[in-house]
């Protein structure tokens, strides 16, 4: 059971009646259908009081329910870490159009062209996207039995991985014909190139590094602030000798060293998108796409109407 990621821990703050679900049903159109940002558009000024009890409730559930599941690993259970590392903030350079209907799950620049991949049963796709006016260039549909987690180039191959089939997916990036599929043995949630060797998420505090030619694990970072472990790690993105890192439920991106697995930063995207965007349903951040050649930083989240470029800031004291 999880605690809804557009209500509870959003910009918004605000709890919904639909706060503790399941995750599928967090990723569902379902839930953003009946939760409270359906809700609070016909809401009174008490309705406020209400949820405010009703937040106080669910809070109390959920630490409850944590501690009487605290059996289960560490690893997934440990909440992120209070962060240690230097908080940076960001500059919107640019702003491009972003389709409203993309859950949005992996992010990917190569040779002037932005890939994405969305979730959801019986939504999942793989796109080719204009970057300028956010049309969909070509677009290959998963069938409804996989949900569309990360994607990422690697060299002249596109792959993509799935959440709970264990099955990765690897296409030639210019047709999106599929060449050849591949098995994993954790969830599959984030995945990216640091030009040697693959290195994925599985929604733990855990990267795996993989061989790109037999997708056989060859190493595992643990990845760690101020000696508690991060967990949640979702969308990747390699970035000049960094791994960045969308984490679930946050609007935060970890940097993360790759050969200690420390945190070295923590990129605070609040605020983006607007206010106005959440309130017709956009979730958190998640999509992180790095154009190497132009060195342009690209950022976005689930059902966002906006892909931004941004530039990495420090936050000051
Ligand atoms: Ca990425």
């Not at 300028?132 to 998963?142: C, Y």
């Not at 596109?158 to 043995?185: A, H, M, N």
């Not at 070295?264 to 206010?275: S, Y």
């Not at 309130?279 to 154009?291: E, F, R, T, W």
């Amino acid at each position: 059971m999880l605690v809804c990621n557009s209500c509870v821990l959003g910009a918004r703050r605000l709890i919904c009646g639909y706060a503790i679900v399941p995750k599928e049903a967090v990723m569902s159109d379902e839930h953003f259908r009946t939760s409270c940002v359906g809700k609070r558009q016909t809401a009174n000024p008490l309705d406020s009081v209400v949820q405010g009890l009703f937040g106080i409730t669910v809070l109390i559930i959920v630490a409850v329910s944590t501690a009487v599941h605290g059996s289960q690993s560490t690893t997934d259970q440990a909440p992120t870490a209070v962060p240690a590392a230097p908080r940076y903030t960001y500059r919107i350079v640019n702003r491009y159009p972003h389709d409203p209907k993309a859950f949005t799950q992996g992010l990917a620049f190569q040779d002037g062209r932005l890939y994405e991949g969305t979730g959801q049963y019986g939504a999942s796709s793989l796109r080719e996207v204009d970057l300028e006016s956010g049309r969909i260039v070509k677009i290959h549909r998963l069938p409804a039995r996989f949900f569309g987690e990360g994607i990422t180039l690697c060299g002249d191959r596109l792959i993509q991985l799935t959440w709970r089939s264990q099955t990765g997916f690897i296409y030639d990036p210019k047709r999106f014909r599929l060449l050849q599929e591949f098995r994993y043995r954790t969830e599959g949630w984030g995945i990216t190139w640091d030009g040697r060797d693959l290195i994925m998420s599985d929604g733990t505090a855990r990267l795996y590094r993989l061989n790109p030619e037999t997708f056989q694990e060859i190493g595992r970072l643990e990845v760690h602030d101020g000696g508690k472990p991060v967990a949640r790690l979702n969308e990747l993105e390699y970035v000049r000798g960094e791994i960045f890192a969308n984490i679930w439920q946050s609007d935060r991106i970890a940097r993360i060293d790759p050969a200690s697995g420390r945190v070295t930063g923590w990129i605070d995207l609040a605020g983006l998108p607007d206010f106005k965007a959440r309130l017709q349903g956009a979730g958190v951040a998640n999509g992180i796409a790095y154009d190497e050649t132009n060195n342009r930083l690209f950022v976005t989240g689930k059902r966002w109407p906006t892909l931004f470029e941004i530039q990495v800031i420090p936050a000051g004291p």
